[in-house]
C-alpha cells in the first residue's frame, strides 16, 4: 500500500470508528467529537467544554482528548501472502500465517480525538 492510500484508509477508518461510537454510545449521553467545543488555554487535563447556544453558561461540560499512539505493521511473505496488523500497547491484532522468509513494513500512527464523556446526574 502507498502512503497516499494508507493515509486516506486510515482517516476513512478512525472517521468510520468516529461516527460508529457516537451511534452506539448515544445512549449513555457519550459525544465524541463533539462541535461547540470551547478549548481551554490552560494546561489541565481538560481539552475544552462544550456549551451548546441552548445550554446555560454554567452548565460547562468537559471534553477531554483521547490520546492514541498505534503502530501498523504490514508483512509480505515470500510465498507472496500478505498481511497487516495493529499493534496497540504491545498487542498484536491480526492474522498470523504460517512460518515464511518475510518482509516487514511499519508506520506508527499518533492522534487525539475529544470525547465528552457521560455526566452524573448530581
Known amino acids: 500500500m502507498d502512503l497516499k492510500d494508507f493515509i486516506k484508509e486510515t ?3 478512525i472517521s468510520e470508528a ?3 461510537s457516537n451511534s452506539e454510545l448515544s445512549s449513555f449521553g457519550t459525544i465524541v467529537n463533539p462541535k461547540d467545543v470551547h478549548p481551554t488555554d490552560k494546561k489541565v487535563d481538560v481539552y475544552g467544554f462544550l456549551l ?3 445550554e446555560s453558561a454554567d452548565y460547562r461540560r468537559p471534553v477531554h482528548l483521547v490520546n492514541f499512539d498505534i503502530a501498523v505493521s504490514s508483512t509480505t511473505k515470500k510465498d507472496g501472502k500478505e498481511g497487516i496488523g495493529v ?3 504491545g ?3 491480526g492474522k498470523d500465517g504460517g512460518h515464511a522468509d518475510e518482509s516487514n513494513m511499519s508506520s506508527k500512527l499518533r492522534f487525539s480525538i475529544p470525547v465528552a464523556l457521560p455526566v452524573g446526574e448530581k
Open 11 to 13: 482517516i476513512k477508518d
Open 18 to 20: 468516529i461516527s460508529e
Open 91 to 93: 498487542i498484536k491484532l
Open 52 to 54: 451548546k447556544k441552548d
Open 87 to 89: 499493534n496497540v500497547v
